[in-house]
């Protein structure tokens, strides 16, 4: 895939915390994910190997209410240490660094600020060709450890949705984590398909839908219709991506290639609850704890959203056969 070298990037919807005095431990503690109340994520899971924690929580949907199940090490404190005393974060560095999408074609942290850029311009132009003003969702670059207005958050969780402070968070080591440890292929589109799942949950918070799911796992419940649709929508970009223009009038990204599908198709294989059960937990799936689907459920919705192109097609609700 390739950005437009001449279009603008907008830092401005990114807030780098990797240089905070918050960003320290991110172990694993106790029986929960550094402190974030499970809520549509699921809970309770009682693993002990941290890969398996990570694979069973990744692209949990929605976290919120109730109480804290648990911190991360040492993090917890250092974050709070932080906000008391009123550390900022100085993220001028990255805005000089990334302005354009040449910068994009070029650094990794400019990728990602252009995937959030084209994924957010493209909701932008949907909501308002419905008459509607999209409200942007901020994503948080941070390392190891975070505060978040849903908890404490790590690393640990791989990338996450708030809605109570409606941002994304992203500890940018995940994408090598996608490869050495969930053995996915790699690719940066993998990444743009990443961040536009979890804006999917962002649309799924303004729309409501979210609101109207419980944390009932099972093959057909509504957390993982909730992640289905949220794959749908992901692919739904993918196929706009290159046509959507931007603020300056400019379309970010200029190709997208069958092998970028491909290693979008990918990551999803790698994260179903299947494949997670069987080749990151017990040895065995048990359909009874799933909360985002199976490989190929995750597959074919983003194919669904990809081959339509319609936000209207992803209606996981309705759907009387998941795949």
Same mark, same amino acid.
């Given at each position: 895939?390739?950005?437009?070298?001449?279009?603008?990037?907008?830092?401005?919807?990114?807030?780098?915390?990797?240089?905070?005095?918050?960003?320290?431990?991110?172990?694993?503690?106790?029986?929960?994910?550094?402190?974030?109340?499970?809520?549509?994520?699921?809970?309770?899971?009682?693993?002990?190997?941290?890969?398996?924690?990570?694979?069973?929580?990744?692209?949990?949907?929605?976290?919120?209410?109730?109480?804290?199940?648990?911190?991360?090490?040492?993090?917890?404190?250092?974050?709070?240490?932080?906000?008391? +005393?009123?550390?900022?974060?100085?993220?001028?560095?990255?805005?000089?660094?990334?302005?354009?999408?040449?910068?994009?074609? /070029?650094?990794?942290? @400019?990728?990602?600020?252009?995937?959030?850029?084209?994924?957010?311009?493209?909701?932008?132009?949907?909501?308002?060709?419905?008459?509607? +003003?999209?409200?942007? /969702?901020?994503?948080?670059?941070?390392?190891?450890?975070?505060?978040?207005? @849903?908890?404490?958050?790590?690393?640990?969780?791989?990338?996450?949705?708030?809605?109570?402070?409606?941002?994304?968070?992203?500890?940018?080591?995940?994408?090598?984590?996608?490869?050495?440890?969930?053995?996915?292929?790699?690719?940066?589109?993998?990444?743009?398909?990443?961040?536009?799942?979890?804006?999917?949950?962002?649309?799924? /918070?303004?729309?409501?839908?979210?609101?109207?799911?419980?944390?009932?796992?099972?093959?057909?419940?509504?957390?993982?219709?909730?992640?289905?649709?949220?794959? @749908?929508?992901?692919?739904?970009?993918?196929?706009?991506?290159?046509?959507?223009?931007? /603020?300056?009038?400019?379309?970010?990204?200029?190709?997208? +290639?069958?092998?970028?599908?491909?290693?979008?198709?990918?990551?999803?294989?790698?994260?179903?609850?299947?494949?997670?059960?069987?080749?990151?937990?017990?040895?065995?799936?048990?359909?009874?704890?799933?909360?985002?689907?199976?490989?190929?459920?995750?597959?074919?919705?983003?194919?669904?959203?990809?081959?339509?192109?319609?936000?209207?097609? @992803?209606?996981?609700?309705?759907?009387?056969?998941?795949?």
């Amino acid at each position: 895939m390739k950005f437009n070298e001449g279009a603008s990037l907008n830092t401005g919807q990114i807030s780098d915390q990797r240089g905070s005095s918050g960003g320290g431990g991110g172990g694993l503690g106790g029986g929960g994910l550094g402190g974030i109340p499970i809520g549509k994520a699921g809970g309770g899971i009682g693993l002990v190997v941290a890969i398996v924690l990570i694979a069973i929580q990744l692209f949990g949907g929605k976290f919120g209410g109730g109480s804290d199940t648990g911190s991360a090490s040492g993090g917890s404190s250092l974050l709070q240490q932080a906000a008391a +005393t009123g550390d900022n974060v100085d993220a001028s560095a990255l805005a000089s660094e990334c302005r354009t999408g040449a910068d994009a074609n /070029a650094k990794d942290d @400019c990728r990602v600020v252009g995937f959030v850029n084209s994924i957010q311009d493209y909701w932008a132009n949907q909501f308002k060709s419905t008459g509607k +003003t999209y409200p942007e /969702a901020t994503t948080v670059f941070y390392s190891q450890a975070v505060s978040t207005g @849903c908890g404490q958050g790590s690393s640990g969780m791989g990338p996450f949705y708030c809605p109570a402070d409606n941002q994304v968070y992203i500890d940018l080591s995940f994408w090598q984590d996608l490869k050495t440890q969930f053995g996915t292929n790699g690719g940066v589109f993998a990444e743009g398909y990443v961040l536009a799942h979890e804006y999917g949950h962002h649309i799924q /918070a303004l729309l409501g839908t979210s609101d109207r799911v419980g944390s009932d796992s099972g093959p057909t419940s509504g957390s993982v219709r909730l992640e289905l649709q949220a794959d @749908c929508y992901a692919g739904v970009w993918a196929k706009n991506a290159t046509s959507t223009p931007g /603020a300056d009038g400019q379309i970010l990204i200029s190709d997208i +290639t069958d092998q970028d599908i491909s290693d979008a198709l990918d990551t999803a294989s790698k994260i179903g609850d299947d494949y997670i059960q069987t080749h990151l937990g017990s040895g065995r799936s048990d359909p009874s704890q799933y909360t985002h689907g199976t490989s190929a459920q995750r597959e074919k919705w983003f194919r669904q959203g990809f081959s339509t192109g319609d936000p209207a097609q @992803c209606d996981t609700f309705g759907a009387k056969d998941l795949g």
